[in-house]
């Protein structure tokens, strides 16, 4: 038999959760809202800290990766466009070497609840995703 603890729901809005934090190894894509648009984004370890970014290359806005949760060099310390070979710093975004170089990834503001990683209350999840779709 359950418990009522068991069966209460999270103290978060499931729909601004990006994954689980002991899942996150390295980095990991995420979509959210609806509709044909959604939010496309990643989330990315950075030493110990997390940060979050919107899927698009500071150079020509393309997506970052061609293959899921592919986001990382190959030693696994910087994020690299897959389209242009640009390099970012993971820890802020900024655009390291490349043909984008002194621009920086969108980052998204991000909150830490109960072993997940969620898109902070105050990100619209909507307007994000229809300026940046």
């Given at each position: 038999?359950?418990?009522?603890?068991?069966?209460?729901?999270?103290?978060?809005?499931?729909?601004?959760?990006?994954?689980?934090?002991?899942?996150?190894?390295?980095?990991?894509?995420?979509?959210?809202?609806?509709?044909?648009?959604?939010?496309?984004?990643?989330?990315?370890?950075?030493?110990?800290g997390?940060?979050?970014?919107?899927?698009?290359?500071?150079?020509?806005?393309?997506?970052?990766?061609?293959?899921?949760?592919?986001?990382?060099?190959?030693?696994?310390?910087?994020?690299?466009?897959?389209?242009?070979?640009?390099?970012?710093?993971?820890?802020?975004g900024?655009?390291?070497?490349?043909?984008?170089?002194?621009?920086?990834?969108?980052?998204?503001?991000?909150?830490?609840?109960?072993?997940?990683?969620?898109?902070?209350?105050?990100?619209?999840?909507?307007?994000?995703?229809?300026?940046?779709?």
């Amino acid at each position: 038999m359950r418990s009522d603890a068991m069966c209460k729901p999270p103290p978060f809005d499931l729909a601004r959760v990006l994954c689980r934090l002991d899942e996150l190894d390295g980095a990991r894509e995420f979509r959210l809202g609806g509709g044909e648009w959604p939010l496309r984004g990643f989330v990315v370890r950075s030493g110990e800290g997390v940060r979050a970014y919107v899927n698009r290359c500071a150079h020509r806005q393309y997506p970052l990766n061609h293959l899921p949760h592919q986001f990382l060099t190959q030693d696994r310390s910087l994020i690299q466009c897959s389209m242009h070979g640009a390099i970012f710093d993971k820890a802020t975004g900024y655009c390291v070497a490349g043909p984008c170089a002194g621009r920086s990834l969108i980052g998204l503001p991000l909150r830490i609840e109960s072993g997940y990683v969620l898109l902070a209350d105050e990100v619209d999840i909507e307007l994000l995703a229809a300026r940046y779709a």
